[in-house]
């Protein structure tokens, strides 16, 4: 019988050894945010991979799609697909294109109702397929179960998970890795998984027009 010999420095950097009293240097976990500013303020160095990251809104149309437009944008470009389910609106395209999406890779599944049981349905398939870089929906009637079955989809998948959500919801508890919900002009990080969470905001620029 062969025996394979792996180098130990190979091991303790994919975390496979343990050593006390040392830790093993790891790249970030996170998948850039498009902001350099945000990345700095979380622990994973941007949007938390295999999770579901929770943005609650006041109302709709305050900056949520801003926040995500460079990632989605870059995933795209990369030939990933991300897909929307049942948005609220309409997306209209020639700003998402101006944004830098390439619309080919951009899956909207149309359930009828964003807050209906089959959204939430189609939301958690997205993400646990393993087709998608990143699924985004709008899970208004989610309880705590139905969020946890998101997030555990979400690291089937390995993919990321945003979920759009009321303010009314920030003090509720949530599995969701990652809390940030917009407070007057900034976000604010509610819950970040892995460190703690920082006191000063994030305000990012504006894009227009990107609902229809």
Not at 10 to 31: D, F, H, I
Not at 86 to 99: D, H, I, K, N, V
Not at 115 to 127: D, M, N, P, V
Not at 193 to 202: E, I, K, Y
């Amino acid at each position: 019988m062969s025996t394979v010999v792996v180098p130990l420095e190979s091991l303790l950097s994919a975390r496979t050894v343990w050593r006390a009293g040392r830790q093993a240097a790891s790249a970030p976990l996170g998948e850039s945010t498009g902001f350099a500013a945000l990345d700095a303020l979380l622990p994973s160095g941007g949007w938390p991979q295999g999770a579901l990251s929770e943005l609650l809104i006041p109302v709709e149309g305050v900056g949520e799609l801003t926040l995500l437009m460079p990632t989605i944008a870059r995933m795209t470009q990369a030939g990933r697909l991300v897909a929307l389910i049942a948005p609220p609106f309409c997306p209209y395209a020639p700003a998402w294109q101006r944004a830098g999406v390439d619309l080919r890779h951009l899956e909207i599944v149309d359930t009828g109702d964003h807050g209906s049981k089959g959204a939430l349905w189609a939301f958690e398939q997205c993400l646990r397929s393993a087709a998608f870089s990143a699924v985004l929906g709008w899970p208004a009637n989610a309880d705590g179960p139905a969020l946890r079955r998101l997030q555990v989809a979400a690291d089937t998948g390995q993919c990321l998970g945003f979920a759009v959500r009321d303010s009314r919801h920030a003090d509720n508890p949530s599995p969701a890795a990652l809390r940030i919900e917009r407070v007057e002009n900034d976000w604010r990080i509610r819950k970040c998984r892995g460190g703690q969470v920082p006191s000063q905001g994030f305000a990012p620029p504006s894009h227009a027009g990107l609902r229809g």
